[in-house]
């Protein structure tokens, strides 16, 4: 990549930490550039070293990560890859909190919680947060110490609603990114984030890095395999020799990482509508397949006047191998949903198109199914691409991710009016 020269004028510097510098962008207001450092540190930098090559290595690392968590709908600081060692990000003022998730009890939650075994597992996730303060050893914080902190960053004050908000996303986060790795044999045994607050919009965004000083993740869920920088941490002594040894765990994660981002085997929604008529129907479902990142495709045939013709259609996609959910659209006498689920092992969904007039009579055609039939009816054309989209999620961890953070930014949204109702309301 060229220089940061050739492409950014870069201003002043606004914060340095131990890992990365970030610097104001002359030309682009409101944005910022985070340059890697080499330097690898631990116990608050009581130990650290430098470790040539981790700059890219983490710049990688994290600008994967957030192409993931963008493309699954999170909301990110983070723009674009800008070089090997820096990525463009939105400039936003810290909230100065670290909230770690865990799946598995190890580090420093045994110490703190004696008798816990290693390897505890957590269900539902086990939320911690961190107030950060090297000189105090960033001390565990409570939600209510959070509050009463009064902290307000970019013109936001840090109120319950944005506490809730950080917590469900710290949530949301760590499940996508723990099916993910789960795709690579690799168990996410626990991370830690931290949020920011978009100096233009005032929205809390999941800001800094997350690269692997951030987790720990064990191969085949094993901890003698660990890839993270628990391994760095662990040393008796830093020697060169070591230190290769922490460089190539910390280059593998960063290959590994890269393969999260590759669409596994992609299924397909078939919707069979009955007549042309149904054609804004079905363009909603195919719309709504889109947002899940599901191909849908439309055909026209009526199980009625052309049940030969029904049948060779839905043969024509039981044959490439291709999984498929078909979706049946029929008004008045649905007869597609019930013909198609007797003739295949595939889904099955009805969406009948319901009319104000007759729609409360012909709706029994798809709720009232002859025996050994499974068709499911869903009324809502964007219901019943979601419940397609859940059954590829099963097996496809992008459409998942797509899922869940939908469903947080449906919370986050609700907790947001509720915010704006009962400021209006005093």
């Not at 606004?14 to 104001?24: A, D, F, R």
């Amino acid at each position: 990549m060229p220089p940061l020269h050739v492409l950014l004028k870069l201003g002043q510097k606004l914060n340095e930490g131990k890992t990365k510098e970030i610097y104001s962008l002359v030309d682009q207001p409101g944005l910022v550039l985070v340059q890697s450092k080499n330097q690898i540190t631990a116990g608050n930098a009581v130990r650290k070293d430098q470790m040539e090559g981790k700059a890219a290595i983490a710049n990688r690392t994290t600008s994967c990560v957030f192409k993931l968590l963008q493309e699954a709908g999170i909301k990110t600081a983070f723009v674009e890859q800008h070089s090997d060692t820096a990525f463009i990000a939105v400039h936003c003022e810290m909230i100065p909190i670290e909230w770690v998730c865990r799946r598995v009890a190890t580090g420093s939650f045994l110490k703190r919680n004696p008798g816990v075994k290693e390897g505890y597992r957590f269900s539902p996730l086990k939320l911690e947060m961190f107030f950060k303060d090297d000189a105090d050893n960033d001390p565990q914080w409570s939600e209510e110490q959070l509050l009463v902190a009064n902290f307000s960053l970019a013109g936001l004050a840090i109120s319950q609603c944005e506490v809730d908000i950080m917590n469900r996303s710290t949530v949301a986060i760590f499940e996508i990114l723990e099916r993910a790795w789960a795709t690579q044999n690799c168990t996410l045994v626990d991370m830690k984030i931290e949020f920011g607050v978009n100096v233009t919009t005032k929205e809390v965004v999941l800001a800094d890095v997350v690269d692997n000083d951030s987790w720990r993740l064990w191969p085949a869920g094993d901890r003698c395999q660990q890839k993270d920088k628990q391994v760095y941490r662990d040393l008796k002594e830093v020697t060169p020799e070591a230190m290769q040894v922490v460089k190539r765990n910390f280059e593998w994660v960063s290959e590994k990482v890269k393969l999260l981002l590759e669409n596994p085997a992609s299924g397909r929604v078939v919707v069979l509508m009955g007549s042309t008529s149904d054609m804004v129907h079905c363009d909603k479902i195919r719309k709504a397949c889109g947002s899940y990142g599901v191909p849908c495709v439309l055909r026209v045939t009526s199980a009625h006047k052309g049940p030969d013709e029904t049948l060779r259609i839905k043969a024509e996609y039981e044959g490439d191998g291709v999984p498929t959910v078909f979706v049946a659209v029929a008004g008045r006498s649905n007869g597609l949903g019930p013909v198609i689920s007797g003739n295949t092992a595939y889904p099955v969904i009805n969406c009948p198109p319901i009319t104000a007039d007759w729609g409360a009579q012909d709706v029994w055609s798809s709720l009232r199914m002859p025996s050994g039939l499974g068709c499911s009816t869903v009324l809502s054309p964007d219901a019943a691409a979601q419940f397609a989209a859940q059954i590829f999620g099963l097996g496809n961890h992008l459409v998942w991710s797509k899922l869940r953070a939908s469903m947080l930014n449906t919370w986050v949204s609700l907790k947001i009016a509720d915010k704006k109702l009962q400021s209006c309301s005093l």
